[in-house]
């Protein structure tokens, strides 16, 4: 699996394989992964959460064409803040739905690749790939 980051921000493409992200190893290069589900012997595996810093994007449920994207360390939480309408940002399209979420291991790397989708560059890589 390959994940391209785009020339604004990282040009490079990072390769990995599902057993390297389940086993940390991608995440300790410090480049955005895939946060997928695992099965164990019927058990789900995720990562430990705590450890990521996510970048999500989230589209207006009454607006299409309104998105927002921001950083957080749960987004389950940050979807519900949004949708209460706390933040002056997005209280005017409400209610939203998430449409993507990438996990970091570092928040820099967060917060880059955010500062990176709010670009014009950015917008138009979030518009073809998600």
Not at 119 to 125: N, T
Request: charged share 30%.
């Amino acid at each position: 699996m390959s994940l391209f980051l785009g020339p604004g921000f990282d040009s490079r493409r990072l390769q990995t394989s599902q057993s390297e992200v389940c086993r940390g190893v991608a995440e300790k290069r410090s480049r955005a992964v895939p946060c997928k589900e695992y099965r164990s012997n019927d058990k789900a595996v995720t990562p430990d959460s705590s450890d990521f810093h996510y970048v999500y994007i989230l589209v207006s449920e009454t607006d299409p064409d309104r998105y927002y994207i921001g950083t957080t360390e749960n987004p389950e939480t940050r979807i519900k803040y949004h949708n209460q309408g706390k933040a002056p940002h997005t209280s005017q399209y409400r209610p939203w739905r998430i449409k993507n979420v990438i996990s970091f291991r570092s928040k820099e790397k967060a917060l880059e690749f955010e500062q990176y989708l709010k670009s014009h560059s950015g917008r138009a890589f979030a518009k073809k790939h998600f």
